[in-house]
């Protein structure tokens, strides 16, 4: 497979040079200097890497970046939503490592979804770990965002 | 019987083991500089960090607390670091009420060793009781200092002035003046009066300072940071605990710094790709260690806990023996909880780097100066050669007080000759940080017919002695913690063994309610004349609806407790569905004291709630034969969005009294009050975390 040369990143065609099995979330990070993603885990457990390929979440640590090429990848770097401001106004954080992959996975729910009834939420959120344990919180900043939207 | 001070030092478990490595030594000065306008000093020894660690002496020179540039910027300086328990915002908070400014015109740095006051660490929940107040003697010195200034330039008595959103203005004069132009062209040094009193928190819910940062992803935690330059760092782990080198083959390899010293192999690549790849071409043979039987996780290891025991110091009032003579109903019971893991979600991470002699590094610690003497010890330098700075972290619960990963960058960034960035794998976290100690608790009591209890005797194996000796009014009582020969490196963890300890009394008062016939409830308000800790009883309960007599009411469970100057009830209630247990219901009251930010308050209470399910329903590090065996969060069950119940929070506020830290002890009485809230559904009784080991 040969190496892996342009990403499109948050709307922008960025070259790069990387060989196709890298994960995609070292490629962000350490090519790309996007260090909102954030490694957790490795294993796709905690869903602190998550990033949108095509609208679609995904786990960016156990994406080969080879399988985000030609595709649109959204970080946090590039999103601009309403749920971002309800995680402020309900204080839906501690520490805050978590924040990105929550807000991300919780933007792709709201577009498929977006009045997402509580079980919707923890359904869809269940692979995102928040270690300091604001899970209530994460959820009424989704029930606030999609009543706003 | 007078009233005996705690015997068991509440942070016996902070690890206090030397250095891992020790490398070769160079030498040259580091110097801090401090600007100009007006500055407030404390001199040392008296300050919050006030009590030398061991046989460490507190620095003599003066340290700045607080600087009101030319340009009226305020910066304030504080060794305590922010993980995630929001004290960056509470501080703030503190230092913008006593000057009367707002909170975003204050700069608070925070764990800089080349800029801070000396600061012993942050946990204890020490940052509020004892921090909060230094900074509001700071800010109000500076303060007075100011309306002195403005005093002077308008030639008007003090009492005509008033200052208000960071200025300061004078019935009847000109415009008002902010604290930039009073400071303007001026050198003045103030110091604080060390006992002068404080004013009480006001109360407010400001907004978590660099929540617009986070949800932006621009906040830059250690992992985040880069150098021009910079190498990314992996370490050779041993295959087990205690091995050592026998043998090491490590080819050579362009680009990449290969570093061999004693028990240390590590590489330094110009990309994280090649660092790994690097570690998996050195080939090394170890010896391990022989590990004693027992030393495995499982039922076996609370009698191997108990076997390698020292006898401890007990804690007695009156005697236990005629106590239990004149008891009606005896029990004895044992408990036991597991290890656990910290597992915050960002793993240790360091970035090294060395200029000639100097050595910067930036680190997730919680004891940024106990990270710099480590690193000093391990190089032979001086320590005002080795500056540690902790950008705001990827929390911590006590478990990062150690700087070996700190070690690590630093040993790799002297070889190669250029920063390097060391980030452990979830799998390293998992295995070579330390855990909360897992103990044994043995209980044995008696009661009388009228339901005051007789007679308390809680032995403690290993877990600790924080909280080890309760609120409840028995005059014949023994307490006795006894270390033991942990076979995991054990340390701190969020509210110590006051959890363990929790667990196992308010599991044991529900007992012994069941043996009376009694309300839970009932029997614990009849052995308990601490008003504070009746009142939070009384809070929870009447919002849970404690003893309606709702038949609805089935599976419900309530505890309580003391730690830390916190007073702390919960209510649960659960259910069971397919063998697991299922938390429908919390109500927690918590009596901290004055309270500072409500609603950051909360959030800490429904965290520590939401975190204690994970210990007290599925969270254990398996372990055998010096390995980790679940080292992932695919094999070691963290609380999720799924396990959450519904979490009701009532703060007894007590703007009467100083303010406790409250961090830790909300995790306390989650445990046992689902624990006999299973007793109360089925009358299984589960003396264990967590409780679904054994099983239902």
Known sequence: MPRVTELTVNGTRRPIDADPDIPLLTVLRDHLSLTGAKYGCGEGQCGACTVLLDGQPARSCITPVRAAAGKQITTIEGIHHPLQDAFVEEGAMQCGYCTSGMIVSGVALLKKTPHP????????????????????????AIQKAAQHA | MPDTPARIEPERYELTAPPAYRFAVDRRDFLGLLGGGLLVVFSAGAQESGRARRSEALPQDLDAWLHIGEDGAVTICTGKTEVGQNIRTSLSQAAAEELHCPIASIKLVMADTALVPYDMGTFGSRTTPTMAPQIRRAAATAREALLDLAAEKWNVDRAKLSIADGKIACAGAAAPIGFGELTKGQKIAKTIAPDAPVARPLCQSVPKLAA???????????????????????????????????????PSLPGVTVVHENNFVGVAAPDARTAAASLRQIKAEWNREPVPPGAAFGPGLYEYLKQTSEPGQPDVHGSVADGMAAADIKLAAAYTVAYIAHAPL?????????????????????????????????????????????????AAYGGKHSGECAVEAARLAKAAGKPVKLVWTREEEFTWSYFRPAGLIEISSGVRRDGSIAAWECHNYNSGGSALVGKYDIANQRNVFHPAKSPLRQGSYRALAATANHFAREVHIDELAHALHMDPLEFRLKNLKDERLRAVLHAAAERFRWGTGNSKDKGIGIAGGFEKNGYIATCAQVDIEDSRIRILRVVQAFDCGAVVNPDHLKNQIQGAISMAIGGALFEQIRFGDGQILNPRFSQYRVPRFSDMPEIEVVLVDRPDLPSAGAGETPIVGLAPAVANAVFHLNATRLRSLPLLEGGL
């Not at chain 2, 250690?222 to 490590?250: C, I, Q, W």
């Not at chain 2, 002699?357 to 100066?369: H, I, W, Y």
Request: charged content about 25%; hydrophobic content about 40%; glycine content about 10%.
């Open chain 1, 117 to 140: 009834t509580r079980e919707d939420i923890v359904r869809h959120m269940n692979g995102n770990i928040c270690r300091c344990g604001t899970y209530l919180r994460i959820i009424a």
């Open chain 2, 212 to 250: 617009r940062e986070i949800v932006t992803g621009q906040h830059k935690y250690t992992s985040d940071l880069t150098r021009p330059g910079m190498l990314y760092g992996r370490v050779l782990r041993p295959p087990a605990f205690g091995a050592t080198l026998a043998n090491l083959e490590a």
């Open chain 2, 346 to 394: 960002e793993p240790r991470a360091a970035l090294a780097e060395w200029d000639g002699g100097k050595l910067t590094v930036s680190t997730g610690s919680q004891v940024p100066f106990g990270v710099r003497r480590e690193l000093a010890s391990a190089f032979g330098i001086p320590e005002d050669r080795v500056r540690v700075i902790v950008p705001d972290a990827g």
